[in-house]
């Protein structure tokens, strides 16, 4: 699931873990953009790095998961979610959007990655497959599965 390049990933996830620390120490409160971000780029990796996208969520304070701010951590981590447990229609459905300017980009190449590892998936695990598991599979409808 490549967003760029696999080191752009990986160069902002370092970046991000740092910023991370920097505000811990030094104002002791973390944005939310940088936490939202930082977990984009986890799920975005690849492969997907779903424990620190899992231990990230358990280190994020309660106030700014629930408050106001914390939606958008809500959503992606539906995302993670429905990765953690294989649960493909609940993925697809948590990747609709919409998304903030600051992981949009992240979140429209993770969506495209996901979804051409499932085609690859499909194609190397099944020789037939009904259309509607294969459209459940890769998250569209039976119209545009069957045009594949």
């Not at 495209?112 to 998936?121: A, E, N, V």
Request: charge should be negative; include cysteine.
């Amino acid at each position: 699931m490549v967003v760029g390049a696999v080191e752009n990933v990986r160069e902002m996830v370092t970046r991000l873990e740092q910023q991370e620390l920097d505000c811990q120490t030094g104002s002791g409160t973390v944005p939310v953009s940088v936490y939202c971000e930082l977990l984009a780029c986890y799920l975005a990796m690849d492969p997907p790095n779903l424990p620190q996208a899992k231990y990230l969520m358990q280190r994020i304070p309660a106030t700014v998961k629930h408050g106001e701010e914390g939606a958008e951590l809500t959503k992606l981590w539906a995302v993670g979610r429905g990765m953690w447990t294989r649960d493909n229609p609940a993925v697809f459905a948590a990747l609709a959007g919409p998304w903030s300017s600051g992981v949009e980009h992240i979140m429209a190449g993770l969506g495209q990655g996901f979804k051409d590892s499932q085609k690859r998936l499909v194609g190397e695990a099944y020789s037939t497959i009904k259309l509607g598991d294969m459209a459940l599979y890769l998250g569209m409808g039976e119209a545009e599965a069957g045009a594949l």
